[in-house]
């Protein structure tokens, strides 16, 4: 898969989640490490983007999940700011998170609950593309903005 900021904000924000949830030092120093790679990666893709470096054709790559719609609906993502976005994948990579603890020990799940985690991790997961898709698509909206503010700029007065 391609690189996108939404794909680089998932996986920095599942690396803060390891961090958080990690009691190995050395594992640590390895989160830290990717932290930091995720951060750097992060700042020169937006770089790239602004200042036309990338073409906004490859700002995107869309999940294009194939499900069953029907009985797996969910609430678009709300459209908002780029902070506000990726709040909200922050938020489902969270969810997701401990849901998927529920897995490591399926065993110990009670028989009727079990069709919901799956059900759960299923949406979760959807959600999840979702919010990197949104997140895609506001930097592709700003670039637009500023692409055309740039062009009316430099367009030549016209006389009459």
Request: hydrophobic share 35%; aromatic share 6%.
């Amino acid at each position: 898969m391609a690189e996108t900021l939404g794909s680089l904000c998932d996986k920095l924000s599942i690396v803060k989640l390891k961090q958080y949830h990690c009691d190995n030092e050395q594992k640590g120093q390895s989160l830290a490490v990717q932290e930091g790679q995720l951060v750097a990666e992060i700042n020169t893709f937006t770089a790239d983007a602004l200042s036309g470096r990338t073409p906004v054709e490859r700002l995107s790559f869309n999940a294009n999940k194939v499900y069953k719609q029907a009985g797996n609906e969910l609430c678009p993502v709300p459209e908002g700011s780029m902070g506000e976005i990726f709040a909200e994948l922050s938020k489902v990579n969270c969810d997701l998170w401990h849901e998927q603890e529920k897995v490591y020990e399926f065993e110990t799940v009670p028989t009727e609950e079990k069709n919901k985690v799956v059900k759960q991790l299923a949406l979760l997961n959807l959600r999840r593309n979702q919010c990197i898709d949104a997140i895609d698509k506001v930097l592709i909206r700003s670039i637009e903005c500023i692409l055309r503010s740039k062009s009316a700029v430099s367009a030549p007065a016209q006389t009459y």
